[in-house]
């Protein structure tokens, strides 16, 4: 009986997330009367402000990566290996970006760093950049936070800082060459986990006026019929792709650390 029912909850989520993509992919291929069709798709991918905010994005979700393995490796590594104490506090300031909604935390960065502030970032392209991309990396500071973590824990970083400084290692060796390439795989998941937040993201790059993917979708939406859901689909597929890597990354060190 509780086989019964737990393969009747299952057969019941799997529905009820896959008829709707059913349907949503079904729709986009009409856009031709009468017969099926890829037309939306190549009108989606033809149109140069796709390009242009899907490049934007890409960019964008590639400097957040870089600035958030700065930034969360070194952290959580000190943190694990000399201040073990803090690590509820930095893990709860982590979860903080599930709990505060984007457009909280991107009204206090225009707040702070409007043209009148000490620090203009809004008054230039490049300083909103830069802003924007802070605002990604925070979104997806708990999920990187949490893999590199994981990854950490799987390993005896003190062991191994013990062994690399006594040989001479200094902080940046041991950092570059001995924890990172240990905890890749956990680095990659947290880096498909931010690509795919980077790209879908739509209330930080609206308010800075920035021409992300995430805005475009919405202007797509609100005027067309076919396109918008040709381009779910399609975001839809990307963002899988990433999850997918991360299942395959993940195989593939497992497979490596095995014993032959």
Known sequence: MKKFWAWGALIFGLLYFILPLIGMTNFSLKMRRGVYSLD?????????????????????????????????????????????????????VTLLPLVIPAIVIVFGYIRLYNTSSWLPLTGSITGTNILLMFGYAT?????????????????????????????????????????????????????????????????????????????????????RAYEPAALAVMSFVLTWGCLGLIQLVSRFQKGAQSPA
């Open 40 to 92: 939306a798709y190549a009108v989606v991918l033809g149109d140069p402000r796709f390009q242009e905010t899907f490049t934007y994005s890409i960019l964008m979700a590639l400097a957040t990566i870089v600035f958030g393995v700065v930034l969360v490796v070194p952290t959580a590594y000190w943190v694990r290996l000399k201040l073990p104490g803090l690590r509820p506090y930095i893990e709860f």
């Open 139 to 223: 979104l997806a500071l708990p999920y990187m936070y949490r893999s590199v973590d994981t990854g950490l824990r799987a390993i005896d970083i003190a062991t191994l800082t013990e062994a690399a400084q006594s040989l001479g290692a200094g902080w940046t060796t041991i950092l570059a060459k001995i924890i990172l390439p240990n905890v890749l795989v956990a680095v990659l998941s947290g880096a498909f986990l931010t690509f795919a937040i980077v790209i879908g993201e739509f209330t930080m790059a609206a308010l800075l006026n920035r021409p992300a993917f995430g805005p475009y979708m919405q202007l797509l939406g609100a005027n």
